[in-house]
T-cell receptor, first 109, second 115 residues
């Protein structure tokens, strides 16, 4: 079956770095997305990886290893506004999104 | 970046009535759009994949006769909730798939309350 696993909740300190991991099993693979979602709002696209390696976008970076079925989202210089849920989603061979349950990130001062 | 809009942003309707939600890609053509439902404190649940000019593909457990999807143009998909019940109250979110470069953009969502 298809499955996306990510931690349910993580806590980090303002100014620090946090890494949110995601492992996936999909029927075929057409890439992996990371989204940020604040409570009561629609998810916001953060990144898309389809090739192995690290992609950096400002304070956020995303990494993919296709051979390991593994990705992570790295957030640097954490700010209070980064408190949100972070969703990992794999795109299968039919271009269907397989969603993880999301990781709730709590930032403490 | 690309923008996807939804209309209405929120709607209250009576039980038994039908509600239509529109999803538009404003500055790109989207051959594929997705419809999601999100209940409080839960992850997005994919309801269906909508491809322009063809029938939508529904996820298991989603009633296709209740949730009618029409993707009549490359910039518009509609979701009609027919004979709405209070349990249909939810946050409905659409997204549009842009190719070249490959990115997915989400609409702001529509909050449906059925009384």
């Amino acid at each position: 079956g298809q499955n996306i696993d990510q931690p349910t909740e993580m806590t980090a300190t303002e100014g620090a770095i946090v890494q949110i991991n995601c492992t996936y099993q999909t029927s075929g693979f057409n890439g992996l997305f990371w989204y940020q979602q604040h409570a009561g709002e629609a998810p916001t696209f953060l990144s898309y990886n389809v090739l192995d390696g690290l992609e950096e976008k400002g304070r956020f970076s995303s990494f993919l290893s296709r051979s390991k079925g593994y990705s992570y989202l790295l957030l640097k210089e954490l700010q209070m506004k980064d408190s949100a849920s972070y969703l990992c989603a794999g795109l299968d061979s039919n271009y269907q999104l397989i969603w993880g349950a999301g990781t709730k990130l709590i930032i403490k001062p | 970046g690309a923008v996807v809009s939804q209309h209405p942003s929120w709607v209250i309707c009576k039980s038994g009535t039908s509600v239509k939600i529109e999803c538009r890609s404003l500055d790109f053509q989207a051959t594929t759009m997705f419809w999601y439902r999100q209940f409080p404190k839960q992850s997005l649940m994919l309801m269906a994949t909508s491809n322009e000019g063809s029938k939508a593909t529904y996820e298991q457990g989603v009633e296709k006769d209740k949730f009618l999807i029409n993707h009549a143009s490359l910039t518009l998909s509609t979701l009609t909730v027919t004979s709405a019940h209070p349990e249909d109250s939810s946050f409905y979110i659409c997204s549009a798939l842009q190719r070249e470069p490959y990115e997915q953009y989400f609409g702001p969502g529509t909050r449906l309350t059925v009384t």
